[in-house]
Antibody, heavy 120, light 107 residues
Framework: EVHLVESGGGLVQPGGSLRLSCAAS????????MTWVRQAPGKGLEWVSY????????YYADSVKGRFTISRDNAKNSLYLQMNSLRVEDTAVYYC?????????????WGHGTLVTVSS | EVVLTQSPATLSLSPGERATLSCRAS??????LAWYQQKLGQAPRLLIY???TRAPGIPARFSGSGSGTDFTLTINGLEPEDSALYYC??????????FGGGTKVEI
């Protein structure tokens, strides 16, 4: 069974940094593309970042480009999101999500999310 | 960037009725549109992809249709457990993947 578990969220001041992790199990991480999606309190879904199975292709939303870095360690079955220069508007629940099938960006599996709060 | 507009914002229906949710794209997305269900306090769940293909484990009362810029999610025989937010998402022209603003279904 596919299982994704995020961790690393918390309270951070504006300008600070956090590193989110997503532990994957039940499948071979290197065979699947992964994304981060966030949801601000009471708001809709916003795609944040994407990485190919090998990590060689990476995309970011314009809202986080230059501040966030996605990475993965397939040997450790883990996906990461390094978030720097955090802003109040980055406050959200962050979900990691896996493509349902390789090459098709329909997000078939999601973690439970981890809350990031950026506030002074 | 493809903008997805969902309507109505809220749909209030009774058990057993049919729900019809709309998603309109700012430009053609072919048939590369998906639907997600999000219950309160939970992560989203993929219901439909490529306009009309149900994701694994999704009951047949959920169906999707449309193409180009206009898409519909239909839920037949509403059950109380179908109370949730529903989002559409396109992958025709990405990055970025974009989502609609959501429709709340109240049973």
């Amino acid at each position: 069974e596919v299982h994704l578990v995020e961790s690393g969220g918390g309270l951070v001041q504006p300008g600070g940094s956090l590193r989110l992790s997503c532990a994957a199990s039940g499948f071979t991480l290197s065979s699947y593309e992964m994304t981060w999606v966030r949801q601000a309190p009471g708001k809709g879904l916003e795609w944040v970042s994407y990485t190919s199975g090998s990590g060689s292709v990476i995309y970011y939303a314009d809202s986080v480009k230059g501040r966030f870095t996605i990475s993965r360690d397939n040997a450790k079955n883990s996906l990461y999101l390094q978030m720097n220069s955090l802003r109040v508007e980055d406050t959200a629940v962050y979900y990691c999500a896996r493509f349902l099938y390789y090459g098709l960006p329909d997000l078939g599996y999601w973690g439970h999310g981890t809350l990031v709060t950026v506030s002074s | 960037e493809v903008v997805l507009t969902q309507s109505p914002a809220t749909l209030s229906l009774s058990p057993g009725e049919r729900a019809t949710l709309s998603c309109r794209a700012s430009q053609s997305v072919g048939r590369y549109l998906a639907w997600y269900q999000q219950k309160l306090g939970q992560a989203p769940r993929l219901l439909i992809y490529e306009t009309s293909t149900r994701a694994p484990g999704i009951p047949a009362r959920f169906s999707g249709s449309g193409s180009g810029t206009d898409f519909t999610l239909t839920i037949n025989g509403l059950e109380p457990e179908d109370s949730a937010l529903y989002y559409c998402q396109q992958r025709f022209n990405w990055p970025p993947l974009t989502f609609g603003g959501g429709t709340k279904v109240e049973i």
